[in-house]
């Protein structure tokens, strides 16, 4: 995990065993085979500050995150004169990504970050959207450039990704950001925000992740994908299981942590649980209800009050992952901006190295590694 992400350290010890005079594991309410004795949530509330009656509140973590970047940001336009600036680009007129959209724009102005954004038809061709990114790209006052997803058919989504500048993508969808999260011993500048934010729900609530059973439900770019990923760096041994998985259900029944991101309504059942588990809960799924101003509600892809049953604490839906995704955007958003503002340069490394030096020996590298490159391709490397 990135050094400059908000989390804190914390030993674990202290849940693990017997005689530790460690509290005792929540309790387990659904008997059944395949726990394990002891709990990865700690019966202390002052270590589960977010966890209420087994339900964990995204909405406070994402208030308390946007808290300190709000002081963040206030002291870099103290110091420095400027903030750091976050542009979205929307595609077309889909409700659900101008709600997304809405709530980023309020969620930018709430902590003082500056917000532009570039609404275009779903007639637009990809050579014009190209172009607005490449505008983004260049103008100082912005830090982060988000291309709301999905993107009509006509446009090609991996060319739109790999054009944002690495040092904008404050998404973290571009190819070098997640092969960069998937190497050891490297770091992407930027934690895709929905992963990110699962993780931070984990950690901010010390929820113990080394040495966890985890199980992911989906393996898209955006979220299953790097989810496993970042409980990998983690130290948790990772399963993932997608549309093609065999069994499913008796894979996350062996899961201590469970990240469900296949978008299908109440896909995992309460008997799939293990007891004690944590259950993160990313599914977003509308279905139907007449009593809604909106004729919809919000569901996650777990069966939330099975879970609250069998689970030592899970995310609801609205109100688990979905604010955090947008606190997150807004964190690495920030960390742009410091990169920029404080010239703490474009790698994420722990390096003491100014933004300058480090530019520049990077600058360096590459126009090595080209001219060996060169070299070889003309066979003299042979
Ligand atoms: N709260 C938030 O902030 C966010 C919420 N979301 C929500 O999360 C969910 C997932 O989003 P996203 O990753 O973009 O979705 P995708 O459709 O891109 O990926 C879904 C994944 O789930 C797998 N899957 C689908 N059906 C099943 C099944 N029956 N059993 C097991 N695996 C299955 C797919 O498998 P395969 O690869 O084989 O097709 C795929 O890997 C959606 O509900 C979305 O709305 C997304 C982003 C942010
Ligand atoms: N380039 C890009 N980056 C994204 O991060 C991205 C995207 N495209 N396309 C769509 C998905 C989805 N997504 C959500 C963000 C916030 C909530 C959220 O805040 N949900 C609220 C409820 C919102 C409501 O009431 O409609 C909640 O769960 O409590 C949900 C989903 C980001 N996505």
Same mark, same amino acid.
């Given at each position: 995990?990135?050094?400059? $992400?908000?989390?804190?350290?914390?030993?674990?010890?202290?849940?693990?065993? #017997?005689?530790?005079?460690?509290?005792?594991?929540?309790?387990?309410?659904?008997?059944?085979?395949?726990?394990? $004795?002891?709990?990865? %949530?700690?019966?202390?509330?002052? /270590?589960?500050?977010?966890?209420?009656?087994?339900?964990?509140?995204?909405?406070?973590?994402?208030? *308390?995150?946007?808290?300190?970047?709000?002081?963040?940001?206030?002291?870099?336009?103290?110091?420095?004169?400027?903030?750091?600036?976050?542009?979205?680009?929307?595609?077309?007129?889909?409700?659900?990504?101008?709600?997304?959209?809405?709530?980023?724009?309020?969620?930018?102005?709430?902590?003082?970050?500056?917000?532009?954004?570039?609404?275009?038809?779903? *007639?637009?061709?990809?050579?014009?959207?190209?172009?607005?990114?490449?505008?983004?790209?260049?103008?100082?006052?912005?830090?982060?450039?988000?291309?709301?997803?999905?993107?009509?058919?006509?446009?090609?989504?991996?060319?739109?990704?790999?054009?944002?500048?690495?040092?904008?993508?404050?998404?973290?969808?571009?190819?070098?950001?997640?092969?960069? /999260?998937?190497?050891?011993?490297? #770091?992407?500048?930027?934690?895709?925000?929905?992963?990110?934010?699962?993780?931070?729900? /984990?950690?901010?609530?010390?929820?113990?992740?080394?040495?966890?059973?985890?199980?992911?439900?989906?393996?898209?770019?955006?979220?299953?994908?790097?989810?496993?990923?970042?409980?990998?760096?983690?130290?948790?041994? %990772? *399963?993932?299981?997608?549309?093609?998985?065999?069994?499913?259900?008796?894979?996350?029944?062996?899961?201590?942590?469970?990240?469900?991101?296949?978008?299908?309504?109440?896909?995992?059942?309460?008997?799939?649980?293990?007891?004690?588990?944590?259950?993160?809960?990313?599914?977003?799924?509308?279905?139907?209800?007449?009593?809604?101003?909106?004729?919809?509600?919000?569901?996650?892809?777990?069966?939330?009050?099975?879970?609250?049953?069998?689970?030592?604490?899970?995310?609801?839906?609205?109100?688990?992952?979905?604010?955090? *995704?947008?606190?997150?955007? /807004?964190?690495?958003?920030?960390?742009?901006?410091?990169?920029?503002?404080?010239?703490?340069?474009?790698?994420?490394?722990?390096?003491?190295?100014?933004?300058?030096?480090?530019?520049?020996?990077?600058?360096?590298?590459?126009?090595?590694?080209?001219? %060996?490159?060169?070299?070889?391709?003309?066979?003299?490397?042979?």
């Amino acid at each position: 995990m990135s050094s400059s $992400s908000p989390s804190r350290t914390h030993s674990w010890a202290s849940f693990d065993g #017997e005689g530790s005079g460690a509290p005792s594991p929540a309790p387990m309410s659904s008997g059944g085979s395949g726990g394990s $004795s002891s709990s990865l %949530v700690s019966s202390d509330a002052s /270590l589960t500050p977010f966890i209420k009656d087994r339900v964990i509140d995204g909405k406070a973590v994402a208030k *308390t995150i946007q808290g300190e970047i709000a002081s963040e940001v206030s002291r870099l336009k103290d110091r420095y004169g400027r903030v750091p600036g976050l542009a979205v680009v929307i595609v077309g007129a889909r409700k659900d990504s101008q709600t997304y959209v809405r709530m980023k724009k309020k969620a930018c102005a709430d902590v003082g970050i500056a917000s532009f954004e570039k609404c275009l038809p779903d *007639t637009v061709s990809q050579e014009e959207l190209l172009k607005f990114v490449r505008d983004f790209n260049s103008d100082k006052s912005v830090h982060g450039i988000l291309v709301q997803l999905p993107l009509p058919k006509h446009i090609d989504e991996s060319a739109v990704l790999a054009e944002i500048s690495i040092e904008k993508d404050v998404d973290g969808f571009h190819p070098l950001n997640i092969g960069r /999260l998937c190497m050891k011993g490297r #770091e992407p500048l930027f934690i895709p925000c929905t992963p990110f934010g699962c993780m931070q729900l /984990l950690e901010r609530n010390n929820i113990k992740i080394k040495g966890a059973n985890a199980v992911v439900v989906g393996r898209s770019n955006i979220v299953g994908l790097p989810a496993a990923m970042l409980l990998l760096k983690r130290d948790a041994s %990772v *399963t993932i299981v997608h549309s093609a998985t065999q069994d499913m259900a008796s894979i996350v029944r062996r899961a201590d942590i469970v990240i469900a991101a296949a978008g299908k309504t109440e896909l995992i059942k309460k008997e799939w649980l293990k007891p004690g588990c944590v259950v993160i809960d990313v599914g977003t799924n509308g279905v139907e209800d007449k009593t809604k101003k909106t004729g919809y509600r919000l569901v996650g892809d777990v069966d939330f009050a099975g879970a609250k049953q069998v689970a030592a604490a899970v995310t609801p839906v609205p109100g688990g992952v979905g604010p955090m *995704t947008i606190a997150m955007l /807004l964190q690495n958003t920030l960390e742009g901006g410091k990169r920029d503002i404080e010239g703490t340069g474009s790698s994420s490394s722990s390096s003491s190295q100014p933004g300058w030096k480090k530019r520049a020996i990077s600058l360096a590298r590459t126009v090595a590694a080209a001219a %060996v490159g060169a070299w070889l391709a003309g066979g003299r490397g042979k």
